[in-house]
């Protein structure tokens, strides 16, 4: 069983910052691809960015390439996601998840994920 909860959320102006994280229990967490999706009012969830075990690839949407950066610390069992030059349309709760199958890389597809935390919420006010 895998525990991931997040935290960091909150409320910023657009063109603020944020940051993300995201700790895990109960799995080798440094074994594992992690990402982080969101999901607006009325819109389904949609991959944000996302992480292989080694930190080594990092993988992005479009809508926030060059915006925000994941990252880990394994030993932390950690996964951070930094919210930079938010824009309103980047208002979603936020999730991290852990893809339980072993990988060189990392999967945008939130079907690949089997476990999930409990969200935290970005509001970016324009």
């Known amino acids: 069983q895998v525990q991931l909860v997040e935290s960091g959320g909150g409320l910023v102006q657009a063109g603020g910052s944020l940051s993300l994280s995201c700790a895990a229990s109960?799995?080798?967490?440094?074994?594992?691809?992690m990402g982080w999706f969101r999901q607006a009012p009325g819109k389904e969830r949609e991959f944000v960015a996302a992480?292989?075990?080694?930190?080594?690839?990092?993988y992005y949407a479009d809508s926030v390439k060059g915006r925000f950066t994941i990252s880990r610390d394994n030993a932390k069992n950690t996964v951070y996601l930094h919210l930079n030059s938010l824009k309103p349309e980047d208002t979603a709760v936020y999730y991290c998840a852990l893809d339980p199958l072993p990988r060189p890389d990392a999967s945008s597809d939130y079907a690949e994920y089997g476990y999930w935390g409990q969200g935290t919420q970005v509001t970016v006010s324009s």
């Open positions: 109960g799995r080798t967490f440094s074994s594992f691809a």
């Open positions: 992480i292989s075990w080694s930190g080594k690839t990092t």
